[in-house]
T-cell receptor, first 116, second 112 residues
Framework: EADIYQTPRYLVIGTGKKITLECSQT?????MYWYQQDPGMELHLIHY???????EKGDLSSESTVSRIRTEHFPLTLESARPSHTSQYLC???????????????FGSGTQLSVL | DAKTTQPPSMDCAEGRAANLPCNHS???????VYWYRQIHSQGPQYIIH???NNETNEMASLIITEDRKSSTLILPHATLRDTAVYYC?????????????FGQGTILTVHP
């Protein structure tokens, strides 16, 4: 089992606030991902990174931004939260030197964000 | 990546085998079949994957038909803790590695 941590677990915040969702992993994984999931719905990839200083947008457009200054850390930021940002945000990582079909994703427990 | 089709929900009695089907009729030769599950309010958890041979690990078995157009995930002795959403994903890696497409999955309910 990979150790991947997300904080906070739950966040309730007012409209217009700036927020940062934290994601850290201690397994030395080079690839990291952010997914967004509404209740009972599919997961959508919103950001990914293949290593330090690498960030890419995913398949679902998102107003959030990410950074990857350290291998173990991949925070997601919303500059001005809105009710439409209410969702669950899931962070994942996968190990180095494993690409393609044998790659496995390890997920954190998620952050449930509610914007009032 | 090929799309998959799964039943929206299934029930299983505790202690019995749970057999979860998945159709992937447009799968191409280099695509693997992956299974993940998501227990309520948690992140998805990897279960198993395979290309064309049947696979078994400590969690489950994966049976892939000879034409590779469908597969079945088998939980041999389901427990209440196996209640979750099960996702079948086909994935080839390459330039899209890591970018798995999670559909709506199958909600498996294990009852006493």
């Amino acid at each position: 089992e990979a150790d991947i941590y997300q904080t906070p677990r739950y966040l309730v915040i007012g409209t217009g606030k700036k927020i940062t969702l934290e994601c850290s992993q201690t397994m030395g994984h080079d690839k990291m991902y952010w997914y967004q999931q509404d209740p009972g719905m599919e997961l959508h990839l919103i950001h990914y990174s293949y290593g330090v200083n690498s960030t890419e947008k995913g398949d679902l457009s998102s107003e959030s931004t990410v950074s990857r200054i350290r291998t173990e850390h991949f925070p997601l930021t919303l500059e001005s939260a809105r009710p439409s940002h209410t969702s669950q945000y899931l962070c994942a990582s996968s190990p180095p030197n494993v690409q393609g079909p044998n790659e496995k994703l390890f997920f954190g427990s998620g952050t449930q964000l509610s914007v009032l | 990546d090929a799309k998959t089709t799964q039943p929206p929900s299934m029930d299983c009695a505790e202690g019995r085998a749970a057999n979860l089907p998945c159709n992937h009729s447009t799968i191409s030769g280099n695509e693997y079949v992956y299974w993940y599950r998501q227990i309520h309010s948690q992140g998805p958890q990897y279960i198993i994957h395979g290309l064309k041979n049947n696979e078994t690990n400590e969690m489950a078995s994966l049976i892939i038909t000879e034409d590779r157009k469908s597969s079945t995930l088998i939980l041999p002795h389901a427990t209440l803790r196996d209640t979750a959403v099960y996702y079948c994903i086909v994935y080839a890696g390459g330039t899209s590695y890591g970018k798995l497409t999670f559909g709506q999955g199958t909600i498996l309910t294990v009852h006493p």
